[in-house]
């Protein structure tokens, strides 16, 4: 039922930041957790990072913590992913997901923003 749709990928330099952002639709918005996950050319997909409804917890996976930050704004059904210190490493295609409470992914995903770090 919930559509989602992935922006604000780019190409950046290391070091460099850019913004994400997955606007849901849906009524229901605030009260689901959202994640974030990526895909790498010949990777699995994986997880990045996850926020509850409320935007009072997060999570991030192990890699990126410290240098992504996952928001929300519910007025406006969007979740957010800052991502900054940016490595070669973090190229790949960033989806959205809605996520249970322990910050798996179920449901549709979005048709993806891709992200490319050059070195």
């Known amino acids: 039922q919930v559509q989602l749709v992935e922006s604000g990928g780019g190409l950046v330099q290391a070091g460099g930041s850019l913004r994400l952002s997955c606007v849901a639709s849906g009524r229901a918005f605030s009260s689901s957790a959202m994640g974030w996950f990526r895909q790498a050319l010949g990777k699995e997909r994986e997880f990045v990072a996850a926020i509850t409804g409320s935007g009072g917890t997060t999570d991030y996976a192990a890699s990126v913590k410290g240098r992504f930050t996952i928001s929300r704004d519910n007025a406006e059904n969007t979740v957010y992913l800052l991502m900054k210190s940016l490595k070669p490493e973090d190229t790949a295609v960033y989806y959205c997901?809605?996520?249970?409470?322990?910050?798996?992914?179920?449901?549709?995903w979005g048709q993806g923003t891709q992200v490319t770090v050059s070195s």
């Open positions: 997901a809605t996520v249970t409470s322990t910050f798996t992914p179920f449901g549709p």
